[in-house]
């Protein structure tokens, strides 16, 4: 039985990783629908970029250096035992601080102008497999495809739909984070210039501090196990915020943009990421603390490589095979999950302690350290990650 497609692919969200699949789908050809929910611009969280996203940026024709901070590396801070490393990340490629409302626009977009048709405001609502297609039901009606590609982001639509994310209840619990500006002054010209991420060790998490364009900072509290009692999460914040001499300094004279935002119970893992005529993408297919800024660098690697093998599957006709995407899946976890053993060694031993702080002591190691903060995961030669991966985690999808 043959059935009539408007579409070969319907991308169901278009955040990051979204965009980029319906772009590179488009590329190749194909007629690809791009559905999101909400109206760009809108806000994000997840504002630190990682080098190692160049390439994927790059294939999708865009020059990121546009209205954002150039992002040289990452600085460990722990004041009260005042200590501070920085690892150089960006290099031959490049990282930048990005503003996602612009940056998620952008990509979106991108998308329409390489030929995907977009929808915004249009929500997908549900989805049937059967008979060998894809219908999908919109807020704007019915739609059908040859493939349907999941990037509805931590909403996890499928994952949600067939029971399969399960909670990380091990890393950091919630987040607290506001932007400031405009932020002056010697130390503020300091991390402008560099463009670095700060993160601030504090005892019941750490602090992020990332420097966006213009003259604002968004400054966020990622508290590990639950909110300490008697305390609304404003106060937590701000006290943490005026407890740091660092962030005092930085802040004089900045007023916060808007009130407190939080996000709570953050990480998971989606054990079902690919299937018969549908994949998961970014943080659909999983998503870890931000302690690394590993979440939109997953997202863009992770949209390429699914939109490479949904290209091939088209066009070798064998796209309902429940198997496509099993080799790429596993080099996908081989990433994610060297992220996950490294944020599980951040909060459960003292990695920032013994390693982080002490890595001038071994150039080596704090090379090695620095090419996964960048997001090198697929070299296969670096002795760091091999030891980070023996660890006492047996992590799921490893080969
Ligand atoms: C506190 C915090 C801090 C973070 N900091 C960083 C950081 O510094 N660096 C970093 O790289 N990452 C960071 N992240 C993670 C980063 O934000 C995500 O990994 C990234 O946004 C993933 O992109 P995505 O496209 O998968 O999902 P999203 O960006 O969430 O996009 C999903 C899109 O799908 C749409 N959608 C959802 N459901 C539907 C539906 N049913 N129909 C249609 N559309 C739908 C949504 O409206 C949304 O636009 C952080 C996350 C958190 C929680």
Known sequence: MTHQ?????????????????????????????????????????????????????????????????????????????????????????RAYQVERSAFDSKLFENARRHGAETRQNC??????????????????????????????????MLGRRQRTLEKVKTLGSFALYSHYAPVRGQLAEQLFKSGNIW?????????????????????????????PGGVTTETLFHRYVAGSALLSQLLQGARQCWPVKSEANFSFLNRARYGARFISVGDAAGFLDPVFSSGVFLALTGAARAADRIHQGLVDGCEGDPHLHQADDAAHQLGFNTMYAFVERFYQSQLINNVFFEAHRDAQIKQAISELLAGNLWSGDNPWQATLLKGRFRLEGMP
Not at 23 to 32: E, P, S
Not at 85 to 91: E, R, Y
Not at 204 to 220: D, M, N, Q, Y
Request: glycine share 12%.
């Open 5 to 93: 497609h408007r579409y070969d692919v319907i991308v169901a969200g278009g955040g990051p990783a979204g965009s980029t699949a319906a772009t590179l789908l488009a590329q190749y050809g194909h007629r690809v629908l791009l559905l999101e929910k909400g109206r760009h611009p809108r806000f994000h969280i997840g504002e630190s970029m990682l080098p190692y996203s160049e390439p994927v940026i790059q294939r999708l024709g865009l020059d990121w250096s546009e209205g954002n901070v150039f992002k040289s590396g990452a600085v460990f801070i722990d004041e009260s035992q005042e200590k501070r490393m920085f690892f150089q990340l960006s290099g031959e490629k």
């Open 123 to 156: 929500a997908v609502k549900g989805v049937d497999f059967s008979a060998g297609q894809v219908v999908v039901d919109t807020s704007d009606g019915r739609v059908h495809a040859r493939y349907l590609v999941d990037a509805t982001g931590r909403g996890a």
């Open 199 to 227: 993160i601030l060790m504090v005892d019941i998490g750490w602090i992020w501090v990332i420097p966006l364009a213009p003259r604002r900072v968004s400054i966020g509290l990622v508290v590990r196990g639950r909110k």
